[in-house]
């Protein structure tokens, strides 16, 4: 059989399958609960939503139906319990989660979109093992947040006779956000699942536990709502007071990487 490099694996012998951006257990989760609505799929790369899940062609079987696929049950089961809820603006919530496996499945979706989009791929290369779950070292450069977000009104110039004047957090996506520094605009990489907003910050692997330290403070300033998760963790609680969703909808078509 001729060898081909997996996106995950690198060089193998293994059939090549197709992976879905959205994993298709998710994906008939949330169309369940859109109740006959549609389900669109904005991609960067094209500037539109499309009414078809994105796919690549570069996972082997392996992966796909191995170590990607425990994580992808592990998120449906949280989704069950508690992403499909809509949260309101300051309700207390409390997450309970895996670490580990939550930050490894929102680092394999983030891949999956860079590698649709043709953004930052580069950026995952160093993680993959960790991703992979062949070790925690290789995922400690990369900090997690959680940030909720609330129905808001849609403002008035961008309402139409006869729709909705509020959105609510319905629409699954995966891009980046950016958030405002005393230096300028920086990005992370986000992973919206209705009510809850993770947010991904890649540190350089050589950056030292002070400067981490200070990422960590000058970002919660930033987004003071924002809630870091780390290892030692089990469950957070925060309000649901984070970003409204009709400024996390526009940031998210705001803020990309260009192709290169």
Known sequence: MTRWVCAFCGPTESKRTKEHLWPTSLYRRVVALLDGGEQKFWVASLDKALPNEPTIRDVCAVCN???????????????????????????????????????????????????????????FQPVLPYIMGQGLSA???????????????????????????????????????????????KLVRAVHL????????FLPTTASAGSSRAFVEEFLSCRPAARELRASMSRVALHCDGIDCWTSLKSGMTHRLRRK
């Open 65 to 123: 139906n191995g170590e990607l696929s425990t994580l992808d049950n592990y998120v449906c089961q949280v989704f069950d319990r508690d992403f499909s809820v809509i949260r309101e603006r300051g309700e207390k919530v409390e997450l309970e989660f895996d670490y580990h496996l939550l930050k490894r499945w929102l680092l394999k979706m983030s891949y999956n979109s860079a590698r649709i989009n043709g953004s930052d791929v580069p950026v």
């Open 139 to 185: 995922g400690r450069n990369v900090k997690l947040f959680l940030e909720m977000t609330y129905p808001s009104e849609i403002p008035l110039e961008h309402t139409q006779a006869g729709m909705p004047t509020t959105v609510r957090p319905v629409a699954n996506r995966v891009g980046f956000a950016g958030y405002e520094t005393p230096t300028g605009m």
């Open 194 to 201: 209705r009510s809850f907003s993770f947010l991904l910050a």
